[in-house]
Every structure is written in structure tokens, then in C-alpha cells.
């Protein structure tokens, strides 16, 4: 048998060579490394998984597109962006992933996405497998007409890659319903059929899922109550802190809300915004979801209460809990040591790999409860799921129905997380119980399915 530590100078050997074969790809490295560092138990003690080729067949896309994606702004200017679909494992089911669009995506993001998307989707019980895409299009300042005739162009292309067996897309950064509705006529429009299952997030009356806008962000809030409930502790009262102000921390404000925290701030690049009396929901809808604007305003119409800080970091607020949901790398060492300094007790990802990996190991040291997002923020494609199955039976579940299995997801995860960690005498560790428990599902579904 081999022991933990020859194992884990295979796996050491495995990450030079992904760095060597993928190169400037760190935030890629980054996920890889995050993930293959936490293996070694499990394949020590499970000799099948020790099967030459295995890990390295995780680690590479079974498919990679990259696209151009020319179209034309209103003032009639031709412009050229890069669309990526990266299907990274469909060992468990149709690749399942959101689309990106932000000026930082390139290859290397979407495929740490789509590595992190493996193990999240895994970890749901359904079945979905890996996959992520998107352009280095930016969604800000463009006309609604701008958005239209690039998501017409992406899917012009993208239609050839996707269907509702084989790759499903949904939305993430940048890609919310407008353009998820761009998206899905521009595909009916090319392949002359009412395929609903083909796109995830689609709006109510055509296909959407009740619960799903809201599913990611109360997703990660049920996770946080269920490790804080691990220490006999629970939501009310707590101050939170969130940063982000898109569709994910939107939503984790008003579940934090709704079981009796204080969520106090939210923030864009631009800054931050602290809000004592606990953020106005409505006000914060109003300006990003309506205005599509700034933060900034928020404070300048809230009045008193809050204020807004430009350029400082979120995390210097003194809270509870901490629930980064904006992007990845948000929260790094100085966050992670203010934030023990302010004695935080939980910290919950809500966006994709927020937390540096300094800055988990800062706060697990600490004592700190740290939810990775793969298990944490997987609500969001959770219900995505539950709207492809709503789809093919051609039906529509109450709110009610899809907030229950929601719950029962969520809480599935955190045991699953909870459990895998406290069998590989890794006790609290969630990092390690996610990630293993989404290696053990995939890994299992792709040594039975043989050498592909
Ligand atoms: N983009 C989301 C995520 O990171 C959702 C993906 C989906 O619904 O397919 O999980």
C-alpha cells in the first residue's frame, strides 16, 4: 500500500507538470493546487483511486472552445471579444456551469471555474458535470441593445457546443436574466426548437425556476447556520459582513436578514458601504438591479446610517461572520488578520475561490469555521439542476418546493463535508471533507465508465 506521503509527492509532481503544460494560468494553478493538496488521504487509503492516469485525466478539459466574438456597439464600431466554453468532465452528467462576462476572464479563469465546478456540482447529489465559459466582454455602460447583439453573436457560435444533454450554461458574473433571455432566443432562433433544458436562470413564464436568482446567495447562508450550528451557535444577532453587490450578495443580505443577522455591509471596486441599521434591500435592488448603478449611491440616498468608503477593504468592519461574494482572491491575508483580530467566527464563500490560500489557512488556524464555495455556493447551480428537471417534465414547482429542497441540499452538503473530513482525520476541515467528497463521486463515476 502506498502511504499518505508517497502519494502526495506524486500529486506534488502532478501540479509542476499542470503548471508546466498551462502556462499563465495561476488562478487555474491556484484551484488545482487547492484541490490535489487535500487528496492524499484518500488516495492512500483507496487503491483504486491510485490508478495511473486518473487524477491526471481530472485535470484536463475533456473539451476546450475558444471563439471570436465580433459585433457591433451603437455607434456602429466593430468590436472583437473571446468567448471560451471549457466542458471539463461529464463523468456525472451533461457539463453544468455558468457563463462569465467581465474584462478579466481568459482561459485560465474559466478553467479554474470549471475545475471548481467538477467537485461543487458533485457534491449536490445531482446529475451535473464540470463545465464554465464566457467572453472578456464588459456588461457596464452598454445599452441594452449592445448586450443583445453580442449575446446573439456568443450564441451564434456557442449553439454547436451546448444542448440539454450535453452542456448546459446558466449565468454568473455579468450574466444575469437579460442576457440569459439573448441567449435563449438567439439559440431557439438557430436550431428551430423549444429545447428550455439547453439554459439555466431563464425568467419566470418561459422555463425558470422560481428560487432561482435567490439560490446561491441563501444557499450559503443555510451553509454558514449549519457551521455555526456545528458549534452551538446560530444566526441571530450576528453581524455579517458581505461584500459584492451583484445578484449573489444581494440575496445573501436578504436570507442573513430574514433568519435575524445584521447584514451590515455591501461593496464593488469602487469601495464599500457600511450600513449600521443593517442594509435596505429594497434601496440596494433598486440601484442595482433597476439603475444597474454604483454602491456609492446607496450610502448618498440611505442616509445616516451608512456611509460609504472608497478604495478601503470590507473586512476591516468588525462582524460575526464573513461572507465574501463578489470574485475570486477578494479576501487575502490582511483580510484574513483583520478579521481574526475582529474575532470573526465563520466565514462562508459565496462567490468562487474569494480567499486566498494564505488567507484559509490564517483563518482554519484560527479556529475560524471556513465554508470553501464549492460546497458553500453550490445552491446556486443546485437549483439550476432543479429547473432542468422541472424542464423535461415540463412542469413548474412552488417557491415553497424549491426553498425546501434547497434546504435539504444545502444541509446534505454540509453533512457530506462534515463527515468526509472527520474520516480523513481531518475534523472541521471543510476544505478537505469538500473536496474529497466531489473526488470520490466523480472519481468513482469515471472509473467505471473506463478510460475515456
Ligand atoms: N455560476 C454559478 C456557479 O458558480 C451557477 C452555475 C449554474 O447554475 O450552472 O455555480
Redesign the pocket.
Known sequence: MTTRSETQSTLDHLLTEIEHRNPAQPEFHQAAHEVLETLAPVIAARPEYAEPGLVERLVEPERQVIFRVPWQDDQGRVRVNRGFRVEFNSALGPY?????FHPSVNLGVIKF?GF??IF??ALTGLG?GG??GGSDFDPHGRSDAEVMRFCQSFMTELYRHIGEHTD??????G?GGREIGYLFGQYRRITNRWEAGVL??KGQGWGGSLI?PE??GYGNVLFAAAMLRERGEDLEGQTAVVSGSGNVAIYTIEKLTALGANAVTCSDSSGYVVDEKGIDLDLLKQIKEVERGRVDAYAERRGASARFVPGGSVWDVPADLALPSATQNELDENAATALIRNGVKAVSEG??MPTTPEAVHLLQQAGVAFGP?KAA??G??????L?MAQNHARTAWSAERVEEELAAIMTSIHTTCHETAERYDAPGDYVTGANIAGFERVADAMLAQGVI
Open positions: 453544468k456551469g455558468g457563463l462569465r471555474l471548481e465546478q461543487k456540482n451535473i463545465g464554465k448546459v450554461p446558466a449565468g454568473d458574473i450574466v439555466t436562470g432561482r439560490a446561491t462567490a468562487n464555495g455556493n453550490a446556486g447551480v443546485a437549483v439550476s439542476a429547473e
